[in-house]
Structures are given as structure tokens and as C-alpha cells.
């Protein structure tokens, strides 16, 4: 019989108490459990306990063939699949030396800022939900619904896409995709404009979130806290604009940077990025090329459904990628992107078989969750919720 | 990008500031450099390797001040087994760059570098309790991921994907 220790202490001789919070609470957005040793209403420490969501990702990746762990990195960080699945796909390119044509490129730019526009929404309704708004979650729920339209226009799917593969997409975008897209990125501005309204001067949005859960940006950078979150700090940094992947140097965005390192700043910071992102998506609209979706790698990229069935070498190369994979060059890739969340980074370890001999995956939930110690310590019980809002943690994407 | 071969020869690869800042602290501890998929990779002499990432970590023209990851690969049945991979970012550059370190098989421990980056803890308890490797010095090796009481160390390779342990 294994002995837990108690969850619930007696007050101590210091006065301390020390409080259980989760794995099940509506407010620690999954199976997030954290133990809170309180003097009153005062956190003097605090410590998350995670591996409740530990489902063996990276080990499951390493039984699978190259093009199989697609599906699997949709389930990390389930909120922003298309990011999970350009950076694995990046890594694996990198490592096979695959030129991916523009227009492809430039459907991962447009896919990966409607995945980061769905994912800030989620985190504003829920996160102003925690602090009693109601209602901006329904509007942030009735915008997302129509991102999710897109991704079951283009891939089939709602939530685990898989739609970017190893080479380029699985599908051509469908007929009257890119208008439907251009009718919502032209009416996204004044949604926005609509939850500002609710929650930027509301007095008591900013009173519950104003000099709460401050990070200084030297603690940020050294608990490794990332993206907006790092940013909120006054740390100037973004991958797509710092080292550019899959043609992002092509499209012009602020980075929106705050001083104040609290959860205001951090608001601010993410409903900008909502701004640039539909700056962004408005951009790939405009300017997207024509021409093929897929790299022209036969032995990799699977063959049209049409060539395979009036081409023998076609069909050849298709029963080969299915049932035997593809090799891929002996090395190594880290492959760094810009998750709604922060630094998203897969690293791809290859022996040459067929199979990834190792699939690391740098969650940026699981880094900026080693900060949210330094944010609540010394704060009150209540301002908790503000902070494990305030940075959006996954626990997928924390557990793997 | 096509693929070109790797660059495995210190003095081609001295202008990296990385490689740089330790060659001048002290050229021993670089046991090897690996330049390839334009990413630099040193491996670093394993009782080096806390005072290394200080090193980087305070460098004057080139602070890499951000620890990205930090992992582990088992390379069973060949020795030395395992290699740490540590992967850091200069956030006032940009600059990226691969530090490594091969520990053996048989009862693998390296310092810990949590007290150069706080961060260093989650990742460096992950590997311990992924990997079996021990941290010297970490203020808190404990299980992560897996329950307590678990046996054996999920993503060794001697351990089954599938079916019974």
C-alpha cells in the first residue's frame, strides 16, 4: 500500500496550511493539480504537481514511421494542432532536406495564425471567465466556431487536423475556402474591438488583474517562461519575426511588447497578437501563390488519388511510403516555432531507419508553468486563478 | 535546403560565439563539434558541464541566457549510453546552439545546472524520471510524469513499447 502524504495539513507551528488545489478544479484549465501552503490568505509556496495527462507520446513516437507521428502531435497542445503539426513537419523536412513549394508555405502561414487567433480566443473566454465575465466567452466561443469551420473545411477535421504532412498539406484548400476566410479576417477587427469593450476598462476586470502575478523579465528568462508571457515581461522576442520559418520573413507584423510583467500585460499583450494575426492571415490572402501543395519527392510525399489509379509507379511508390516508410539521413533537427503559447520546439534525433529514433518535444505550457510559482508566492489565494489564466497551460501539452 | 555534409573541425567553426567563449575558457572541455542542418553541436566534457553553461550563460557578447531544453538520448546497447542534450538560445542575438555530454550506462549522474537556469528543474526531473539519469545537486529529484512507486524508466530503449514490462 503506497502512503500518500496528506493533502490537508494541520496548521503547523509557523500558522501555515497547506491547501490542495485540483487535479479536478473548473479553473485550472485540465488535470492541473497544485499544492498551496497558505498563511491566511498569503501563498508562501506553491508547487505544481503535474503527470496526470502523461500519455507516452515520445515513446509512442518512436514505434511509428515518420509519417505517423502527424496525427500524434495534434494531441500535445490540442488547442493549436496546425503548430504542433508545422513543427514536427519542419524538423522532419530539415532533416530530409525537402524544398516545400510557396503556395504550400504560405497555406501554413495563413492555417498556423487562424490556429493562434482560435487558440488566444479559447484562453480570453476561459481566462475572463475565471474572473466572473461571462459573456466574452460566448462571443470568443461564437468567433472560434468559425475558425474551426475552416479547419473542417480544409482537412476534414474540426480539432485534430493532422493537416500539414511531411512535404507539404494533405489536401488542396476547397472551393470558396479563401473567400470564406476573407469575409471573417474583414469582420474579425470589430469582434475584437467588441471584447475589448468588455474587459479593457471594466473596473472590475483591471482591478482583478492589474499588479497581480508580476514577473520581472530577469525571473522570466530565468524560469524559462515563453511567449507572451516573456513578452508581457518586456522581453523583445518572436520566432517568426527572429528566425523565420516556413516564409514567414515575407509578411510584415508587430510583436507586441509590455513592461508591466503582470496579468494585465499579458491580456494586452495577447489581444494585440489577435490584431497581428488577422494582419497576417489579410496578408496570405492577398498574396498567395498558385501552384502545387506538395514537394516533388515522390519516394515521400504519398502520389494523388487519381495518378494512383492510372499509374503503376504511382501506385508503387504509395504501397511502399504505407507499408515501408521512407528512410530518413542520419542527424539531428531542433525545430523552433512560435506557439500561440511561446517556444514550441521539436527535436528529431534520426538513425536513418524509417522510424524517428527519438522525438523530444519542448512544450512551451510546461516552461511558463516553472514560473507560476515566482508569480503567485507572496500574493493572495484568490489572485491563483488570475495567474494560471493569465499563462494559458495546456496540460497536454505539459504531460505529453 | 539541400543537405551538405557536416563540419566536424574546431578552427572552421571558431567564429561561433558559442564555441568561441568556451575554446578561450578552456579549449579541454570542447571533446568535439559537429556543424550540421546549420546547427552547431559541442560536446562537452561531462564534470565540465555546469561551470560551462555558466560560462555561456555570463559570456559579455553573447549571453546565451535561455535555456530552450533540455533532454536525453539512449543510444543502448553501444557505451557511452546516454547523452544529455542541452539546447540554449541568446535572446539578445539569436544564436542557438547544441551542448551535449555522453554518460555511460551503468549508473548515469551529471551536476545539474539548476543553479544557472531555474528552469533547468522541471526538464532535468523529466529526464530523471524518464531516462534513469541523476541530477547531482537538484533541489528536487523527484518523479514527474510517472507515479511514485513506478518501476523502471519508460523511454530507455531496453523498456517494451508495448504489452507487459
Known amino acids: 500500500m503506497t502512503q500518500f502524504p496528506a493533502t490537508v495539513a494541520e496548521p503547523g507551528q509557523e500558522g501555515t496550511l497547506i491547501l490542495n488545489m485540483g487535479p479536478q478544479h473548473p479553473s485550472t484549465h485540465g488535470v492541473l493539480r497544485l499544492v498551496v501552503e497558505i498563511e491566511g490568505e498569503t501563498i508562501v509556496r506553491l508547487r505544481p504537481e503535474i503527470g496526470y495527462l502523461h500519455t507516452g507520446i515520445e515513446k509512442t513516437c518512436e514505434a511509428k514511421f515518420y509519417q505517423q507521428v502527424v496525427p500524434l502531435t495534434d494531441r500535445i497542445d490540442y488547442l493549436c494542432p496546425m503548430t504542433n503539426n508545422l513543427a514536427y513537419c519542419l524538423a522532419v523536412e530539415r532533416l530530409l532536406g525537402l524544398e516545400i513549394p510557396p503556395k504550400a508555405q504560405w497555406m501554413r502561414v495563413l492555417m498556423n495564425e487562424l490556429t493562434r487567433i482560435n487558440s488566444h480566443l479559447v484562453w480570453l473566454g476561459s481566462s475572463a471567465m475565471d474572473l466572473g465575465a461571462m459573456t466574452v466567452f460566448l462571443y470568443c466561443f461564437r468567433e472560434r466556431e468559425d475558425v474551426l469551420r475552416f479547419y473542417e473545411m480544409v482537412s476534414g477535421q474540426r480539432m485534430m487536423s493532422s493537416y500539414f504532412r511531411i512535404g507539404g498539406l494533405a489536401l488542396e484548400p476547397p472551393l470558396g475556402f479563401f473567400e470564406k476566410v476573407k469575409k471573417f479576417a474583414d469582420r474579425f477587427p470589430g469582434n475584437v474591438d467588441e471584447y475589448e469593450g468588455l474587459l479593457t476598462g471594466n473596473p472590475i476586470f483591471t482591478m482583478r488583474t492589474k499588479g497581480v502575478a508580476r514577473l520581472s523579465a530577469e525571473d522570466a528568462i530565468a524560469l524559462g517562461a515563453g511567449g507572451p508571457t516573456l513578452r508581457a515581461s518586456g522581453v523583445d522576442i518572436d520566432l517568426r519575426r527572429d528566425a523565420p520559418y516556413t516564409g514567414y520573413e515575407n509578411f510584415k507584423f508587430k510583436v507586441p511588447i509590455r513592461s508591466e510583467g503582470d496579468v494585465f500585460a499579458r491580456y494586452v499583450c495577447r489581444v494585440e497578437e489577435l490584431r497581428e494575426s488577422i494582419g497576417i492571415v489579410q496578408q496570405a490572402l492577398a498574396g498567395m501563390p498558385e501552384g502545387p501543395i506538395k514537394a516533388d519527392a515522390p519516394k515521400i510525399v504519398l502520389p494523388d488519388r487519381e495518378k494512383m489509379k492510372t499509374q503503376m509507379e504511382a501506385l508503387i511508390y504509395h504501397f511502399k511510403i504505407i507499408t515501408e516508410g521512407f528512410g530518413v539521413p542520419a542527424g539531428e533537427v531542433y525545430q523552433a516555432v512560435e506557439s500561440p503559447r511561446g517556444e514550441m520546439g521539436y527535436y528529431v534525433v534520426s538513425d536513418g531507419t524509417a522510424k524517428p529514433y527519438r522525438v523530444h518535444m519542448r512544450g512551451p505550457s510546461f516552461a511558463n508553468l516553472q514560473a507560476l510559482a515566482k508569480m503567485c508566492e507572496g500574493g493572495l489565494i484568490a489572485d491563483v486563478v488570475a495567474a494560471i489564466g493569465s499563462i494559458d497551460v495546456i496540460l497536454g501539452d505539459v504531460d505529453r | ?165
Not at chain 2, 557536416?6 to 567553426?13: A, G, V, Y
Not at chain 2, 510524469?145 to 530507455?156: A, F, N, S, V
Open chain 2, 1 to 165: 535546403m539541400p543537405l551538405v555534409p557536416p563540419i566536424t573541425d574546431i578552427e572552421q567553426l571558431k567564429s561561433h560565439p558559442a564555441l568561441a567563449r568556451l575554446v578561450e575558457w578552456n579549449a579541454s572541455v570542447v571533446k568535439a563539434v559537429k556543424f550540421d542542418r546549420e546547427e552547431l553541436t559541442i560536446w562537452v566534457e561531462k564534470d565540465a558541464i555546469r561551470e560551462a553553461c555558466a560560462i555561456l550563460r555570463d559570456s559579455a557578447d553573447c549571453p546565451f541566457n535561455y535555456l530552450c531544453d533540455l533532454t536525453c538520448v539512449d543510444w543502448y546497447p553501444s557505451e557511452p549510453r546516454f547523452e544529455v542534450v542541452y539546447h540554449l538560445l541568446s535572446i539578445p542575438h539569436k544564436e542557438r546552439v547544441r551542448l551535449k555530454v555522453r554518460l555511460d550506462g551503468s549508473s548515469p549522474a551529471i551536476e545539474s545546472v539548476t543553479s544557472v537556469w531555474p528552469s533547468a528543474n522541471f526538464y532535468e526531473r523529466e529526464v530523471f524520471d524518464l531516462f534513469g539519469v541523476r541530477f547531482t545537486g537538484h533541489p528536487n529529484l523527484k518523479r514527474i510524469m510517472m507515479p511514485d512507486d513506478w518501476e523502471g524508466h519508460p523511454l530507455r530503449k531496453d523498456y517494451p513499447v508495448e504489452g507487459y514490462r
